[in-house]
């Protein structure tokens, strides 16, 4: 029901900057929260971050301060600046929306690269 079309991952060097971005085919205000989740190789997905209906954040501790995420509300779409970016940064970035009904959903996801 709800799609979430993630695009901007690719190939960056290290300290180099990326903004993924995340369009939800439903209002805002059908959603809770949204945000990004991360698996690197060999390793278990993760939260990166997160932001609520109301414009609470959540980061992950190894983020903060060089990831921001944000949202463009009249656009449905929830964007990931991330800066100083480092090759532990490097993996498959996912979208996902909790909806109102607290149901999940999660976007295909979108390969982050960051070279040293």
């Known amino acids: 029901q709800v799609q979430l079309v993630e695009s901007g991952g690719g190939l960056v060097q290290a300290g180099g900057s990326l903004r993924l971005s995340c369009r939800a085919s439903?209002?805002?205000?059908?959603?809770?929260?949204m945000g990004w989740y991360r698996q690197a190789p060999g390793k278990a997905r993760e939260l990166v971050a997160a932001i609520t209906n109301g414009g609470n954040t959540n980061y992950a501790d190894s983020v903060k301060g060089r990831f921001t995420i944000s949202r463009d509300n009249a656009k449905n779409t929830v964007y990931l600046q991330m800066n100083s970016l480092k090759p532990e940064d490097t993996a498959v970035y996912y979208c996902y929306a909790k909806v109102v009904t607290r149901t999940d959903y999660w976007g295909k996801g979108t390969l982050v690269t960051v070279s040293s």
């Open positions: 439903v209002s805002f205000f059908s959603i809770n929260a």
